[in-house]
């Protein structure tokens, strides 16, 4: 066995904008030198080990290392207490994993992997979200835009309705003209002429009728190519809002959390006995 310092402190970290605190507690162990100054916390180990586990006698039988006497001098564990204290407060901190695109912070003790994993999640109920406030800014427009194409479509096959039955009573009309024209007793009677003039201006109504429905038509045709071009638009923006975050490759932050001095406490600084194995490295973290 093994003369050492034992130093069991707890170390409080806290960060109020980030809506994070931890609490830890840990028992370090410094091993005591020969020379002047028997106490060095820069050769502290962190131990792991539980606080709670410290025995008050040997478990095993072994031989123990003769003790200095200057380690019995109560007054120097002022001291080194103290020196406990302030070397807790310069070496412990906190360090977590920011997202830059979601401004989430890891909790102490999550790991990356666990970390991005949550992100993923959050990133997926924030997207959802967007993309239904997106659909709810376009459903207006879209709405609008469908009530127009059944109007114009509506409009466009009744004209092309009218039409057809124009240009069937033009025909009929064209053909009893002719006839009348040809078989009739007079050619050119007044009444042929009557009738001519008549079909004629059929035919022309059927040519403005016509121009109507090319009209029509082109104008379903321009409303069909600005829903095409709405839909383009709303699609290129979903695809932009899936796209602006990588949650599982972006790079993470790390944020670091350190203590202030009223909040490391040392709740132990002792002398006590640990085992070394037979190459002289410590048992304890063996």
């Given at each position: 066995?093994?003369?050492?310092?034992?130093?069991?402190?707890?170390?409080?970290?806290?960060?109020?904008?980030?809506?994070?605190?931890?609490?830890?507690?840990?028992?370090?162990?410094?091993?005591?030198?020969?020379?002047?100054?028997?106490?060095?916390?820069?050769?502290?180990?962190?131990?792991?080990?539980?606080?709670?586990?410290?025995?008050?006698?040997?478990?095993?039988?072994?031989?123990?290392?003769?003790?200095?006497?200057?380690?019995?001098?109560?007054?120097?564990?002022?001291?080194?207490?103290?020196?406990?204290?302030?070397?807790?407060?310069?070496?412990?901190?906190?360090?977590?994993?920011?997202?830059?695109?979601?401004?989430?912070?890891?909790?102490?003790?999550?790991s990356e992997g666990e970390f991005r994993a949550r992100l993923a999640q959050t990133w997926?109920?924030?997207?959802?979200?967007?993309?239904?406030?997106?659909?709810?800014?376009?459903?207006?427009?879209?709405?609008?835009?469908?009530?127009?194409?059944?109007?114009?479509?509506?409009?466009?096959?009744?004209?092309?309705?009218?039409?057809?039955?124009?240009?069937?009573?033009?025909?009929?009309?064209?053909?009893?003209?002719?006839?009348?024209?040809?078989?009739?007793?007079?050619?050119?009677s007044v009444s042929n002429v009557q009738r001519a003039g008549s079909t004629w201006k059929?035919?022309?109504?059927?040519?403005?009728?016509?121009?109507?429905?090319?009209?029509?038509?082109?104008?379903?045709?321009?409303?069909?190519?600005?829903?095409?071009?709405?839909?383009?638009?709303?699609?290129?923006?979903?695809?932009?809002?899936?796209?602006?975050?990588?949650?599982?490759?972006?790079?993470?932050?790390?944020?670091?959390?350190?203590?202030?001095?009223?909040?490391?406490?040392?709740?132990?600084?002792?002398?006590?006995?640990?085992?070394?194995?037979?190459?002289?490295?410590?048992?304890?973290?063996?």
């Amino acid at each position: 066995w093994k003369p050492v310092f034992l130093g069991v402190g707890r170390v409080h970290v806290e960060d109020r904008k980030l809506g994070t605190r931890a609490d830890r507690e840990l028992l370090v162990l410094v091993p005591v030198s020969s020379g002047p100054l028997p106490m060095d916390w820069s050769s502290a180990l962190e131990s792991g080990l539980d606080p709670a586990r410290l025995e008050s006698a040997p478990s095993v039988d072994l031989p123990c290392e003769a003790l200095a006497p200057s380690l019995a001098d109560a007054r120097s564990y002022a001291r080194w207490g103290k020196e406990f204290a302030d070397w807790l407060y310069r070496t412990q901190k906190l360090e977590l994993y920011r997202s830059p695109s979601l401004g989430l912070v890891s909790a102490p003790g999550e790991s990356e992997g666990e970390f991005r994993a949550r992100l993923a999640q959050t990133w997926r109920e924030r997207r959802d979200e967007q993309i239904a406030a997106l659909q709810a800014r376009y459903a207006p427009r879209m709405e609008k835009l469908k009530a127009r194409l059944e109007r114009a479509a509506e409009a466009a096959a009744k004209k092309e309705a009218a039409l057809s039955q124009q240009r069937v009573n033009t025909a009929v009309s064209f053909g009893s003209t002719l006839m009348g024209a040809l078989f009739g007793r007079k050619a050119l009677s007044v009444s042929n002429v009557q009738r001519a003039g008549s079909t004629w201006k059929s035919a022309s109504r059927v040519r403005e009728e016509e121009r109507q429905v090319e009209r029509a038509q082109e104008k379903l045709a321009d409303l069909q190519e600005e829903g095409h071009s709405l839909e383009a638009q709303f699609q290129a923006e979903v695809q932009a809002l899936q796209e602006r975050v990588d949650p599982v490759r972006e790079p993470l932050e790390t944020v670091e959390l350190r203590p202030r001095r009223t909040d490391v406490a040392v709740r132990l600084l002792g002398l006590g006995w640990a085992p070394v194995g037979p190459t002289g490295k410590p048992a304890w973290r063996v």
